[in-house]
């Protein structure tokens, strides 16, 4: 649970339901095909099509899947679970009804932990359930009419339910990319949003601090982070204007339609008892031994919680620097890369995190695809720790190698002619000469103005043509000074 930040006088409440579509090569209960883009109505199998006398078959790697998901977020793993029909009729829905879980889920239980901004957050978990997915409706294409593709029928979905426990949009966006993170991260869902693999629901409302919890109204389908805080803002904006007006929040099912920045109302909610819930008699209770659980978590990669907390461990990182560095495999692998070449992991991490993260955003690149490797960001980095460079030449490096001027750390600070004066002597020769061309400045400072002292070290940067070092410049201007 977290803090409140209020919104005119009133308490946020969101709680989040995602469904991500896993990882298999064929759908949860038959063998037909979960590639995206086929065309319509070719990858729905006489199982998806709900013919007479067909039988759903449980696909084990789905199982897997959620028991993966289970561990990586602390989850207990139910020994024996079952699937239930939820009834409700739909045109994409060719059974009349859809395969899920109801009482007993696969998953029950675990937490989600994120920063926002700095401050630490945890979500936690009510469930994270099987179920297939409905087919698709299509209506552009048809004037007047609808089409189906049954294509997506039976495509394996686990539903991941969160308590009430976000109290902002930008903690429930958060919450978000740190679950899409973490499913990808695993291996156990693409993360596509644009192609429906990870779809996200809010169920948004408010309350007068201390009050019981308002009416919630879903927001369904929300495909991309960024119109998710759009509707979510929206929504919470909407119901407070609806309740000072005196109107009472009713519960409703709504979409956001990104081109008016509104949500509208699609159908009043249905409660669990409006599906009719009862276990499918075609599929036995999924029974899941623990040696099948240990088994799979033998076979996990290494978690970003996990990681994060090594780097933490192993180079001295602080938990806000380890946790946005374990963002993903890719920018953890090039940290780790760079950080055990020149060991300044410190060093490193504030120029991934800061001056690459920074360009390969504005270029819509991956860490994997950076212009500058982690070798030569930790050849650049050494020669920032051995005071052959300043940190302002090594953008200029660092620019040089981004735009492929050249490769070679060294090569470009010679070319450049960016080498640091480590030479002593000559360095008190040029402070001696500026001592002799500034009596003014020199009388404020001994006189007590500090400002007087970054004017006179200016004038030795510019003697040396910026070569020499602004620290041991300004330490020896001191000494002299007295």
Same mark, same amino acid.
């Given at each position: ?35 995206? !883009? ?8 006489? /199982?998806? @099509? ?6 759903? /078959? ?14 990586? $977020? ?6 024996? #679970? ?13 059974? !009349?009804?859809?395969? #899920? ?20 957050? #945890? ?19 048809? $004037?007047?009419?609808? =089409? $189906? ?8 979905? @686990? ?26 991260? $695993? ?8 192609? =429906? ?12 601090? =201390? ?81 099948? /659980? ?22 001295? @990182? ?35 995190? !800061? ?48 735009? !492929? ?21 000559? @360095? ?13 400045? /020199? ?40």
């Amino acid at each position: 649970m977290s803090s409140s930040k209020l919104v005119q006088g009133y308490e946020v409440v969101i709680g989040f339901e995602t469904h991500a579509q896993l990882s298999t090569h064929s759908k949860i209960f038959s063998r037909a095909s979960t590639a995206f !883009g086929a065309e319509p109505n070719t990858q729905a199998c006489a /199982v998806d @099509l709900a013919l007479p006398g067909t039988l759903p /078959v449980m696909n084990k790697g789905a199982v897997e899947r959620a028991i993966q998901f289970g561990l990586a $977020i602390g989850s207990t793993i139910s020994p024996r #679970s079952i699937f239930a029909r939820k009834n409700y009729f739909y045109p994409d829905l060719p059974k !009349g009804y859809q395969i #899920s879980q109801f009482e007993i889920p696969v998953v029950v239980g675990g937490a989600i932990e994120f920063f926002l901004n700095e401050e630490k957050k #945890s979500v936690r978990l009510v469930r994270a359930h099987l179920e297939e997915d409905a087919g698709k409706s299509l209506h552009e294409d048809f $004037i007047g009419q609808t =089409g $189906i593709d049954l294509n997506r029928a039976g495509t394996p979905l @686990l539903e991941i339910v969160t308590e009430p426990d976000m109290r902002s949009s930008e903690e429930a966006v958060a919450y978000a990319k740190e679950l899409h993170k973490i499913v990808t991260w $695993i291996g156990i869902c693409d993360g596509n949003m644009q192609e =429906g693999s990870f779809r996200c629901d809010a169920n948004v409302s408010v309350r007068k601090p =201390g009050a019981e919890l308002g009416t919630r109204r879903e927001i369904k389908n929300l495909n991309s982070f960024k119109f998710m805080q759009q509707a979510m803002d929206y929504e919470i904006r909407w119901q407070i204007e609806q309740i000072e007006d005196g109107h009472a929040i009713q519960q409703a099912t709504v979409l956001f339609d990104p081109d008016t920045g509104e949500t509208r109302s699609m159908r009043s909610k249905e409660d669990a008892a409006d599906y009719r819930y009862f276990p499918d008699p075609d599929l036995p209770p999924l029974v899941i031994e623990s040696e099948w /659980v240990e088994r799979v978590r033998s076979e996990m990669t290494e978690l970003p919680r996990v990681m994060a907390a090594r780097f933490v461990a192993d180079y001295g @990182l602080p938990e806000y620097d380890a946790t946005t560095l374990t963002q993903s495999k890719a920018m953890a692998a090039y940290f780790e890369d760079a950080a055990k070449t020149c060991g300044q992991p410190k060093l490193v991490s504030n120029w991934v995190m !800061g001056e690459l993260s920074r360009r390969l955003n504005a270029e819509e690149r991956d860490f994997a695809q950076s212009a500058v490797s982690a070798q030569q960001l930790a050849a650049l980095i050494a020669r920032i720790a051995d005071g052959t460079i300043s940190n302002n030449a090594a953008k200029q490096v660092f620019d040089a190698l981004w735009s !492929g001027e050249g490769a070679e750390v060294d090569a470009l600070i010679e070319s450049k002619g960016l080498r640091q004066m480590n030479d002593t002597s000559a @360095l008190e020769k040029i402070i001696d000469t500026v001592i002799a061309a500034n009596p003014k400045n /020199v009388e404020e400072y001994r006189a007590g103005n500090s400002k007087a002292l970054n004017a006179l070290v200016g004038q030795i940067m510019k003697g040396s043509q910026g070569k020499a070092n602004p620290q041991q410049a300004g330490d020896l201007l001191r000494s002299k000074l007295g």
